[in-house]
């Protein structure tokens, strides 16, 4: 059973709050009463995204991915608090707790608006401004499906869902996007830059990726009744089972716990059902249950959520972006406060060659068995639109009807303006018993 700095998460879903989740994770300790209202209150109060950072959003490509606008996204944050980037105020500046606990709450706050404005820039749908009176499960449900309905709310049922499922993505351990969150802050990097590692890393298909490739598989499977097939093809070594794994087992009790508050949902959407039926008979097979010890884990869960939603497949992998950033933080801060941690930097294992000398061009034999068959060259490609619009410095998008929110910094409050025109915890650094295999280059 996973645990959060002692407690078992089975304990905090349906209970806890993401929030106070993750102030556990970050501070180690449950907060009180007053310090969750203010630890909200605070995290509320950075949720507003600059001009400057919306304007990067809605000025990328409409066929980009989701996670790399968030990467986008994280990196022009960066470049919004210089005061706060050790490359400008110097290394010092995050020894500072008051620093660090600022950013932190900095980068929750932004880090559900910023999913939301990725979610409009995919969608072209009307972005809303968050409310102060909104947890933050309800906050990010709002500026998401609100659609510029400030009276919408959002249902109760899947609040509670969507609050479960931040709560159980929140931290994964040393998995590859928190150690790659540790090893960019090893090098002093700003948080917005090790932010923006953490989402490249949990991008791949490897990590949370796998979301997207579970949403597919249920859009191959179709409806229940073909899901029998589907296993059988499966079984047969045709087909993958995705969102399914070994190392599930001892999170077992949680996916229940999701199953049971997901069939809460009485949707009647196929791929939903196909997917509820899915778990069901593949916990009820004795050649996936017994044999390959096939369990659901958090990326099946998280996909049948996003299904709910009904949100893009693409976008899924934005919702474990979203709650992994409590993880995230918990881990920069706790490197920061750590005196053995240092820059990071695997031993290589060099399987290369050892010592050669220079040949120039007139005497190397391109038909030598010892010389490598060089890279295929491709030629360039002209681009078939060249034609990039500019935005314009209010922050109005080039495409025609699209919004984006504005916000004021003087003011705290965030309004939108039309386009008019016709033309979005735990390990040290790295050291000695951690290698890289490589043939590229060795140390002197």
């Not at 989402?199 to 997207?212: F, K, P, Q, R, S």
């Not at 068995?369 to 990039?388: A, F, I, K, M, N």
Request: negative net charge; glycine residues 8%.
């Amino acid at each position: 059973m996973p645990h959060y700095r002692g407690i078992p998460v089975n304990e905090l879903l349906g209970r806890a709050s993401f929030t106070e989740v993750a102030y556990l994770l970050i501070y180690g300790h449950l907060p009180t009463r007053d310090e969750l209202a203010a630890y909200d209150q605070s995290i509320t109060a950075h949720s507003y995204i600059p001009k400057q950072v919306q304007q990067v959003i809605y000025t990328m490509p409409s066929t980009t991915h989701p996670m790399t606008l968030m990467m986008a996204g994280f990196t022009a944050l960066g470049a919004c608090y210089l005061g706060q980037n050790p490359a400008v105020a110097g290394q010092g500046v995050y020894k500072s707790a008051e620093v660090q606990d600022q950013l932190i709450a900095r980068v929750l706050g932004k880090v559900s608006t910023l999913a939301a404005l990725v979610y409009h820039k995919v969608t072209g749908s009307y972005p809303t401004p968050p409310k102060a009176s909104l947890s933050y499960a309800e906050n990010f449900l709002y500026v998401v499906k609100a659609d510029g309905n400030q009276d919408y709310c959002p249902d109760p049922q899947l609040v509670k869902v969507v609050e479960m499922l931040l709560v159980l993505l929140a931290e994964d351990g040393l998995c590859c996007s928190t150690a790659a969150v540790r090893h960019l802050a090893s090098s002093g990097v700003d948080v917005f830059t090790a932010m923006a590692g953490g989402a490249g890393a949990l991008a791949g298909i490897n990590d949370g990726g796998e979301l997207e490739a579970v949403l597919n598989m249920l859009q191959e499977i179709g409806t229940p009744d073909d899901v029998a097939a589907f296993l059988q093809q499966v079984k047969n070594g045709h087909k993958q089972l995705c969102g399914f794994g070994p190392g599930n087992q001892a999170a077992r009790p949680l996916t229940e716990q999701m199953l049971e508050e997901l069939a809460g949902l009485h949707t009647d959407d196929p791929l939903m059902q196909a997917g509820l039926a899915l778990q069901a008979d593949v916990a009820s097979d004795e050649f996936f249950c017994a044999a390959q010890q096939q369990h659901p884990g958090p990326n099946f869960h998280t996909a049948l959520v996003c299904r709910a939603l009904g949100l893009p497949i693409q976008y899924c992998t934005v919702i474990t972006a979203v709650a992994r950033a409590a993880g995230w933080c918990a881990h920069w801060k706790e490197s920061l406060l750590d005196p053995a941690t240092k820059i990071a930097r695997p031993q290589q294992d060099y399987r290369g060659h050892w010592v050669r000398h220079y040949e120039s061009l007139s005497v190397r034999d391109p038909q030598s068995p010892d010389v490598p068959e060089g890279p295929t060259l491709v030629s360039p490609q002209v681009l078939e639109d060249p034609w990039s619009p500019e935005v314009p410095e209010d922050g109005r998008s080039m495409v025609p009807g699209q919004q984006v929110l504005i916000m004021s910094e003087a003011s705290g409050t965030m309004g939108d303006r039309n386009s008019s025109s016709s033309s979005s915890t735990g390990g040290r650094a790295m050291g000695s018993d951690s290698s890289y295999y490589s043939t590229l280059g060795r140390a002197a």
